[in-house]
């Protein structure tokens, strides 16, 4: 996913949502 504002996110909020939506994948190719 890229986020229109992702240039602008400190690097710990973009490693965050980097792992939250790798977390969240799996939960939504399931469904």
Same mark, same amino acid.
């Given at each position: +996913? !890229?986020?229109? $504002?992702? /240039?602008?996110? %400190? %690097? $710990? +909020? /973009?490693?965050?949502?980097? =792992?939250? !939506?790798?977390? =969240? $994948? %799996? +939960?939504?190719?399931?469904?």
């Amino acid at each position: +996913l !890229v986020y229109p $504002k992702q /240039r602008f996110m %400190p %690097p $710990k +909020l /973009r490693g965050f949502i980097d =792992l939250a !939506v790798a977390e =969240l $994948k %799996p +939960l939504f190719s399931t469904q």
